[in-house]
């Protein structure tokens, strides 16, 4: 094969990004068609900020515009303390109003940073959980230096009922971490940080997780693997995490892209409406 760098054949799925974002505000269109070109035809674009910051809004509708990216609307951890029921409201009805906004979140503790109160974290999680279960959305999981804890929640809102599962994105725990979410539900996503040279523990923790659970994802703008480290990330560069791990894996670069595409369609019950070809890019939500 040649290393062009571009894999129309194949379709890789883009399973985390922020291209909503003001980093991409000059060259949106152009990094979207840049990730069709490259093979990269599935995006699901995760909304931040402040509840209020019409940030959300502009994720929806960038999703709406575009057949193949997806939406999700949740409050992060660093903004729990902006959480209340007006912003609950608010993002509950944008949820309904689309049919691209497939999950809730990315919720979670971020012990890291601690940009909102660790109480409050905890219990705008656990909020934000049964909005999901209501709302039948999957939630996207964001934890750092906070898994114990993360776990514990996630273990007791499994037994509620409605629990649908989700992605831990840009994991960054365990390997037995990654089973214990891989148990109830959840998909594991690695992110570029999994091509650095020092992240060793991502990759035990890989190691863990089998094909039929993994999602690649680039959490862009930050992050951009090797060899594009320290550049602005966007959807494209997703194949860079790819080919790693299929080097990891020790499986084709095919093998890889066909079955974390699965992953994803299959988790969020998208049919493809037609078969999908360059030309013909029907999708359909179900
Ligand atoms: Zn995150
Ligand atoms: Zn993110």
């Not at 999957?138 to 992605?167: C, W």
């Amino acid at each position: 094969m040649k290393e062009t760098g571009v894999y129309p054949q194949m379709i890789f799925v883009d399973s985390h990004c922020h291209i909503d974002g003001a980093e991409f505000d000059a060259d949106r269109e152009e990094v979207i068609q840049r990730a069709n070109d490259a093979g990269v035809k599935f995006m699901l674009n995760v909304g931040t900020g402040e509840p209020d910051s019409g940030n959300f809004e502009r994720a929806v509708s960038l999703a709406e515009k575009h057949e193949n990216i997806f939406a999700s609307v949740g409050v992060h951890p660093h903004d729990a303390k902006t959480f209340d029921t007006e912003a609950e409201k608010r993002l509950v009805n944008l949820a309904k109003s689309s049919e691209k906004v497939i999950a809730w979140g990315e919720i979670g503790l971020d012990f890291y940073y601690d940009h909102s109160p660790r109480e409050v974290q905890e219990e705008v999680f656990k909020r934000q959980i049964r909005i999901a279960q209501e709302l039948n959305l999957p939630i996207i999981i964001h934890s750092r230096d906070a898994d114990d804890k993360t776990v514990e929640i996630l273990m007791q809102e499994y037994s509620q009922d409605n629990f649908r599962g989700g992605i831990m994105h840009c994991f960054g725990g365990s390997a037995e971490m990654a089973r214990e979410l891989m148990n109830i539900g959840f998909l594991i996503s690695f992110a570029g940080n999994v091509t650095f040279k020092k992240a060793e523990n991502l990759r035990d923790a890989a190691r863990a997780v089998p094909l039929e659970k993994l999602l690649i994802e680039t959490d862009c703008p930050y992050l951009a693997p090797v060899p594009m480290r320290g550049k602005r990330n966007e959807p494209s560069f997703v194949i860079h995490t790819a080919k790693f791990l299929a080097e990891f894996y020790r499986i084709g670069l095919e093998e890889l892209a066909g079955q974390t595409t699965r992953n994803f369609l299959d988790f969020f019950k998208i049919n493809l409406a037609t078969e999908f070809t360059e030309s013909n890019e029907k999708v359909k939500t179900g």
